[in-house]
């Protein structure tokens, strides 16, 4: 490269009074251009304005500069804009190089010497950087016009429906026998107390009549390859052992089956279930499954067949196997929900000890209408209740267990008092930290139950024990002690009740951590998937045409899931439409020359974008997988790798600068 050829021109932004209050940004415009090759450097209010990015693509065009440097903020947040400015103004968008002075600088410089000498330092390393970029291009390619869900929650059901709407082929993959989630667990939805079925089951129908949604249930994801616009998928169908386009979902088979003692899953292990089961009555597809593990057939081969004689339809084939299936879609929507955290380890709360310990999920089961009392709110000795205790943040906003905050615990809580009330009149205490209640109409729902009497005590529970104060009063006899301090009174309460409701906080569902490894999504140290920017890219992923919806991200209500469901869904759409996508230009370059073959590229590879030729011997580079993150780079004990636009040369220019 002749580097008599090289006119770069720096900018400094003032981003208003982010950066100019503390870094004297005409100094540093002074000192920008007596570096080398700097031909023009100015400074400005707000160079990611149109008349800030005027100035580049005229002095682009009138002074010849084919370098620029911008000295602003954070390259995700204009790094586009800029490399927009230049490929308008005719120069390659990686002729372009951003300094970060504001986050790096005047954001954490106390001293406006130090900051505005620091801002200087960044800037010559930009400079010495940009004068060695080379030109890179990125591929067009072609997309597939269809999307996968994973997770039939309200949240895969919510962006299957959306997608579907949009004209999209959708694949929804559900791996439980019926799609609906937790919310289809629930009788009545805080804070409206709209009826959870009313509301739901419609889109479970939607979903299952859509023209545009193929629905696999009982299915799994096992192998995800690919890349943007084109990722080969693989399915494992478990087999039903009923045919379904035989099955009519008379349930007869039900009826007859003589297996009935197995606990039922869906309703929280409080009641059973049989061999054949459908987990509820608006389950979809309406086709029950045969649990292998407890048919007398499948698990024993011991002689029945109850279900096949009585089936008129001739639905039932123990003979059914596994499926795979292979499908092609453009893009991913990630939507496996949440599991309700275990309360077990708490031994202080007696979860597990103490039957009439639920928790909130089993209390929802027995809430509902379709739940093991028919809705009835009982007693396991069929009493109804009448002093019960809710207490909140059962392993959230635990040091120990989860630091987050649950979100949904106090308002479903709130929602778990105000049914106690209305169902059995019974006195309910309940025990928080501090309420949150930050939706729309929470505050008010919150209002509500306190005028309805609820007991709101602040203060964590030490202990839920079955010794009592008083053992000679045959009221509280069998009844359950709540201790606990009013943090607000400063008194140690001892509530005698007879049942407790545990809030327990959520977790990310059980195989998130696999589906994410299979698909290359990052957790936080939580284990939800993380977003590409938690404000202005929340739906987003770092892997490009996946996009996450509902509580996979972290814990939300049933509002936020379904919003986030309809983004996520909205942003897949907007991807596939144009039809076309851009390949990454920053991606791994394998020097032949160089190469030696030992294929540590090909093992530290997680994207799967380096095969090994056979015939030369050498390590190639799939353009299309790879997404420069720099693991071959890092192993390639050769030198061979490389990234494009992270080369040792260009990093170490830029180190230099600073450090020299
Ligand atoms: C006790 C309780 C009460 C609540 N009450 C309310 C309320 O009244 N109002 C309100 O607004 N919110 C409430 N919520 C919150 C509400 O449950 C969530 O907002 C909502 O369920 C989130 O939906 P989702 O689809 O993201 O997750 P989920 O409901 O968890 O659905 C995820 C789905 O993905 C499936 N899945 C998981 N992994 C895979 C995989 N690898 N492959 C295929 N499928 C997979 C699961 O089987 C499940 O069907 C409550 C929460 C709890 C715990």
């Not at 050769?638 to 450090?659: D, G, P, Y």
Request: hydrophobic share 40%; glycine share 8%.
């Amino acid at each position: 490269m002749k580097r008599d050829q090289i006119n770069i021109g720096v900018y400094i932004c003032h981003c208003g009074m982010n950066i100019s209050p503390k870094v004297d940004v005409e100094a540093v415009a002074e000192f920008a251009e007596g570096l080398a090759h700097v031909r023009i450097a100015r400074d400005y209010k707000f160079m990611c304005s149109s008349p800030g990015q005027e100035f580049i693509i005229d002095d682009i065009r009138q002074y010849g500069l084919n370098r620029i440097v911008v000295a602003s903020c954070s390259p995700r947040m204009h790094e586009a804009t800029f490399r927009n400015a230049c490929e308008t103004a005719g120069i390659n968008r990686h002729y372009f190089q951003m300094a970060n002075i504001r986050e790096q600088a005047a954001w954490v410089t106390l001293d406006t010497k130090e900051a505005t000498a620091k801002a200087m330092d960044l800037v010559a390393a930009a400079v010495a950087r940009v004068t060695y970029h080379r030109p890179l291009e990125s591929r067009e390619v072609k997309v597939n016009k269809s999307i996968l869900v994973i997770g039939g929650g309200i949240a895969g059901m919510q962006a299957a429906i959306s997608s579907g709407n949009a004209g999209y082929q959708v694949y929804l993959i559900e791996r439980e026998p019926s799609i609906g989630g937790h919310m289809a667990k629930f009788d009545k939805t805080f804070p409206t107390l709209d009826c959870a079925a009313c509301i739901m089951t419609p889109k479970m129908v939607e979903v299952g009549q859509h023209e545009s949604i193929r629905l696999f249930t009982y299915s799994e994801v096992v192998s995800v390859e690919g890349f943007v616009g084109n990722y080969s998928v693989r399915i494992l169908k478990k087999p039903r052992f009923i045919d379904e386009s035989k099955c009519n979902g008379c349930g007869i088979c039900m009826e007859k089956c003589p297996i009935k003692k197995i606990p039922s899953e869906f309703n929280e292990n409080l009641s059973f279930r049989t061999a054949i089961y459908s987990p509820f009555p608006q389950a979809v597809p309406n086709t029950p499954v045969i649990d292998p593990d407890h048919c007398r057939i499948l698990a024993e081969n011991k002689p029945c067949g109850a279900c096949e004689k009585f089936c008129e339809a001739g639905a039932i084939d123990f003979n059914q196997q596994p499926e795979h299936m292979d499908i092609t879609v453009g893009s991913i929507i990630i939507a496996t929900g949440f599991k309700a955290f275990d309360p077990e380890p708490l031994v202080q709360y007696g979860y597990g000890i103490y039957p009439e310990v639920y928790t909130s999920l089993e209390f929802e089961r027995l809430n509902n209408a379709t739940g093991p009392t028919g809705g009835s709110i009982l007693m396991k000795g069929g009493d109804f209740p009448k002093r019960v205790a809710i207490i909140h943040c059962v392993g959230s906003r635990d040091a120990q267990y989860r630091e987050y905050c649950s979100r949904v615990c106090c308002m479903y809580s709130m929602k778990f008092a105000h049914l106690v009330r209305e169902k059995t009149g019974a006195e309910v205490w309940e025990f928080y930290i501090d309420v949150r209640s930050p939706g729309k109409l929470y505050e008010e729902f919150y209002n509500r139950v306190q005028k309805e009497g609820v007991h709101m005590i602040r203060g964590r529970v030490a202990e839920v024990t079955d010794i009592l104060d008083d053992p000679e009063n045959s009221e509280d006899k069998g009844r359950l002690t709540v201790v606990a301090e009013n943090t607000l009174t400063r008194r140690m309460l001892r509530i005698p009740v007879d049942m407790v409701i545990l809030s327990v906080g959520l977790e990310p569902a059980e195989g998130a951590g696999d589906v994410g490894r299979m698909i290359g999504v990052s957790s936080d140290g939580n284990g939800w998937f993380t977003e590409l920017h938690a404000k202005l890219a929340p739906v987003s992923t770092v892997i490009k045409g996946v996009f996450l919806a509902g509580c996979c991200q972290g814990p939300k209500d049933i509002p936020d899931t379904v919003a986030q469901a309809m983004g996520a869904s909205g942003e897949a759409v907007a991807l596939l439409s144009k039809g076309t996508v851009m390949t990454r230009a920053e991606i791994s370059f394998i020097d032949p020359d160089l190469c030696a073959g030992c294929q540590t590229c090909v093992e530290v590879c997680v994207y799967n974008a380096i095969d090994f030729d056979e015939g030369r011997g050498i390590a190639t580079v799939n353009e299309l997988l790879c997404q420069g993150c720099g693991s071959c780079a890092v192993a390639c004990p050769s030198s061979a790798a490389s990234i494009k636009h992270f080369t040792n040369r260009q990093v170490m220019e830029e180190l230099e600068a600073i450090l020299i």
